[in-house]
Each structure stands twice: as C-alpha cells, then as structure tokens.
C-alpha cells in the first residue's frame, strides 16, 4: 500500500486469516496496522498485490461485490461512529440494511423497519448486554456502551470478521475489559473471525491465538500468543519495548491498560473474563 503515490505503508505482507480466529495486529505507532485492517475491508484500495475472501478476489471490488464484501467484513474503530442522534436501537437497525441489496442507507433509514428486523436487532442488542439501553441517543451512553453498540451493529448485520482498530483505547479499565470479553463471545459462540489491532502487548496475547507484528510496514512477525517471546518484541518495538509493555503512569488511559491486565491476571476473575 502506498499513499499518494510515494508513502510505502505497507510491503510484502502476506497473510491467510481462517474462519472463526482470534488475531491480534501489534507494532509501533504509524508501523502500518490501521492500514492493513482498511485493506481487509477494502475501505482502502491495494496499490499493489492480491486480496481474497473465501477465495474470491477483492482487489477491486466495487458496486454489489464491494457492499458485499463490506457486510461481511465489519468494522469497529477507536472512536466508535455510530450515528449520534439516532437512537442505540437504530444504529443496530443501520446494520441489517447491509442485507438489503441495492439500497443507499440513507433513503431508507426512515422506513419503517419490519417486526422481524426490530427483533433481530434486539437480539443483537441482547447479546452484548445492552438491550436495556435501546430506545437511549447513542451519544447518552458512555464510551463503552457505545463500543458495544458498534459491534451490536455487526451482530446485526451478520458479518463474519470483525475488524477492530484499537478498540479499547479510549476507554477506562472496566469498559475495556468488558469490551474485550464481547468480541471473545461472540468469536466463541459465533465463530466470527475478530482481527484487532492492539495497543497493549499483554492485552493482545491474553485477546488471541495468533500475533501478527509489524514493523515500519513490514510483517516481521506471525506466531502464537504463547511463541511471544521478549526477543520477537524487541524487534517489533526496539526501544519503545518498556513502553508497550508497561505503559507510563502518567497518561490516565495507559494506567487504565495497566489496572487491565491486572484484573486479567486475578485468578478470581471467572474463567470466562480471563
Ligand atoms: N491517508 C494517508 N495518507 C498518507 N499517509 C498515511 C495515510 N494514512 C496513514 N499514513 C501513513 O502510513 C503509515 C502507517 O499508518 P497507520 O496504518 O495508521 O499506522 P498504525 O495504525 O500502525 O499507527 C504512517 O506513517 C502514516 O503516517
Ligand atoms: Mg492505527
């Protein structure tokens, strides 16, 4: 991928996601893992190489391929997007549009929804332990109320990868872990496939089976959580090793990670937080 016709972000990656895994990106700030997962999606465009989905080539998707590759191919971000003055309940609605074919969302978003669409919503709403909030403004609810809401939306529009770019690092410890258990749900009960990127080294391994690293736009690094030893990460991270691994006390939210991982290591915690 390279950008505006000179910036290489990425080369010579190469990689074969399956069904149903659990991945966690990791490298340094600008190291190119945003990129690659709007790549995935096809938010962005290959300026080079292959991409395929269910061995269906994508690289240039457009029109009905690229809706359908964008329903199958969720994604959650940072900062949320859902749609603040809609309802939480309408924001998952936006998601069962994707299964409509040959609609623009925006003509539509005021028809009336059918019964079966509503309770599929609910259901959907349900399942990240919500639906309490549905009839609420998306923007009255608090930063992890509304991660959860983002992947409800998915639910609902029955992706089966969920793209998720750094999705906890705008919220507080609790919310975090909590959000972090969700997509762990639903990728074991559902078998979606979630691909994140991460932050946090200790959250990642404890997150997925697979680590990919990466490295000034190179994939340095494809293994198992449990093969990451401290030499791979000293090669993805060099001197900002200390810092992925124990971020500094002096930023709220990287104390926030920190306080995470603690609760992720309690032993008291039930198996299913852990
Ligand atoms: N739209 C863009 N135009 C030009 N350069 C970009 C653009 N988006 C990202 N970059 C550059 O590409 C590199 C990788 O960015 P990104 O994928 O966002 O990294 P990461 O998510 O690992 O922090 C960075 O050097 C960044 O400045
Ligand atoms: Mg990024």
Known sequence: MTYAGQFVALCDVSLEISPGERVAVIGRSGAGKSTMLRLFNRLLQPTAGRLELDGQCITHAQGRQLRMVRRRVGMVFQQFNLVSRLSVLDNVLVGTLAQRKGLSIVPTIWRQFSREERDWAMACLREVEIEHLAAKRATELSGGQQQRVAIARLLAQRAD????????????????????????????????????NLHQVDVATRFAHRIVGLREGRMIMDTTSDRLCDELLEKLY???????????????????????QRNMNDARLPQALV
């Open 238 to 260: 060099g001197d900002q090793l200390e810092e992925a691994q124990h971020p500094s006390g002096t930023d709220a939210r990287a104390r926030g990670v920190i306080e995470l």
């Open 161 to 196: 990868v969920i793209l998720a770019d750094e999705p906890i690092a705008s919220l507080d410890p609790r919310s975090a872990e909590q959000v972090m258990n969700i997509l762990r749900m639903i990728n074991e009960t559902h078998g979606v496939a979630v691909i994140t």
